[in-house]
């Protein structure tokens, strides 16, 4: 049985506590893009426990976790989380790395950082550097894992390669002159490869045999589909294709049968970072969700901006996510509100309607959210493990999500602990 989790907004909808959730039935979660620009948060042992690079499943003793070549590395990050997660729960030949995954370097942070203050921080990038390691990928200069493991001389080779017009650019364009030396930074690699050997694997090769072997393997997206290189609202997205195509390429397991994607949906929606938001809420009503849901970025901290539910937005997600089934989260954020609203159609520019989501980031900050009215509830959400004791009016809430978006939402997230789960 195969499954992929993936976010149908612009991220942070609560994908780390719906992997958390199904990883008891699974025997392998797996990571398959992104990087440390990832923030996703599970709470554990009466902890919160923030993943950036290490798969959500970890904390579940069944499960075998990879990261896969999809996802970009940061090494100083990923050792911290294994130290972290160590301390909690043993993970001892339970974390497999893909030696074909690339590693961030020090020129990636410093390019992202200068790009970012040279177009006015547009984009609203984490500044961890993983746009300029994917580039370096595709451009074929890029530092994988395995490159640890070779020769020294040839890894030295390889940064002084990648790094040549980088540090002519960082001198004679952005006028940086303390730079880091390519001897610093091959010592600084070389300073974690014997703390990560025995993690490192044809990942690739584990995920073949589990198949043959019939194991359960669950798929675990890093950001929302509307971040996705290519479908998301370019060129506000990230780096790597989020949606649950993804995970193919992002893990080599091959064409075989997908059993199911799970799409995780806030019960609202939230945005960090530059670009198109037709739903955000800039009054109370947004304070309100952004306080009651604690909408605050886990890798930066910056505030999210928040809006009404987006079904034109989410729906196209949907759809190029191959969506099966919907978890839908973050339903008690809304308790207390005593008028929701939910965007089932735009306004384009010329006046026409469209229940299609145009990724054009151009037009999208054009267009003007149609909304749909539906009552609030006073009673709280929080907690409950019932759909029977939800408020009528969450319930009214949730069967129109379903209806609009024409998928059936299975599951419905009340709270912060891995139980507090409604299964429908």
Known sequence: MIYIVSGTQWGDEGKAKV?????????YVVRYQGGANAGHTVCFNDKKIVFHLMPSGILRENVTTIIGNGVVLELSELMKEIEI??????IDGRLWISRKANIVMPYHKLMDKVKEEATGKDIGTTLRGIGPCYVDKMDRVGIRLEDLYGSKDILK????KAYLVKKFMFENYYKISDLPTVEEMLDGVLLYAEKLEKYVADTEKILHNAHKERKNILFEGAQGALLDID??????VTSSNTISAGALIGSGIGAFDIANVIGITKAYITRVGGGPFPTELKDEIGDYIRKQGNEFGSTTGRPRRCGWFDAVATKYAIDINGVKEIFLTKIDVLDGLREIKVCTKYRLPDGSL??????????????TPEYLKLPGWEEKTFGLRSYAKLPDNAKRYIEFLETIL???????????DRDDVIER
Request: aromatic share 20%.
């Open 406 to 416: 024409e998928r059936k939402i299975s599951y419905i997230s009340t709270g912060f």
């Open 85 to 90: 997660v160590s301390r909690e729960i043993n």
């Open 157 to 160: 080779q390889k940064i002084e």
């Open 354 to 367: 469209t229940e299609y989501f145009p990724a054009n980031s151009c037009l999208l900050e054009k267009v």
């Open 19 to 27: 992997i958390d959730f199904f990883a008891l039935d699974f025997d």
């Open 231 to 236: 479908f998301g609202t370019y060129p506000y």
